[in-house]
């Protein structure tokens, strides 16, 4: 078959194939990852009143959303994403959403408590 003489497109295209199987596994860590993160609300008192529920800060999962996100745009912008590209860009915006939302409520949070 000679298969010798195509030595540099076959490289080629079992490169193109590793690295889509690279991003393709990528995008199903985050999937389960995300698919598993939990807010915790703790109940809050002023005053010894009880006047509802915070959101508990952790600043692991926001350094984690933050890292995904990095992960997301390296993602986007290689040049094997092709049939991922959806995949990729949802994730990025639901995160982002979600990463907006967190900082929204715990700046509010923080001015509601001392109302």
Request: net charge negative; aromatic share 10%; glycine share 4%.
């Amino acid at each position: 078959m000679k298969l010798a003489r195509f030595q540099e497109q076959i490289e080629e295209i079992v490169n193109e194939a590793v690295q889509e199987a690279k991003i393709a596994a990528e995008i199903r860590k985050v999937e389960q990852h995300w698919s598993t993160i939990e807010l915790t609300m703790e109940a809050y008192f002023k005053d010894g009143k009880d006047r509802g529920f915070l959101l508990v800060p952790k600043e692991e999962i926001k350094l984690e959303l933050e890292d995904t996100l990095l992960n997301l745009q390296t993602m986007a912008g290689s040049r094997f994403i092709g049939e991922f590209a959806a995949d990729v860009s949802k994730w990025d915006k639901t995160l982002n959403l979600v990463n907006e939302c967190m900082d929204m409520w715990m700046q509010t949070q923080r001015k509601w408590q001392y109302l």
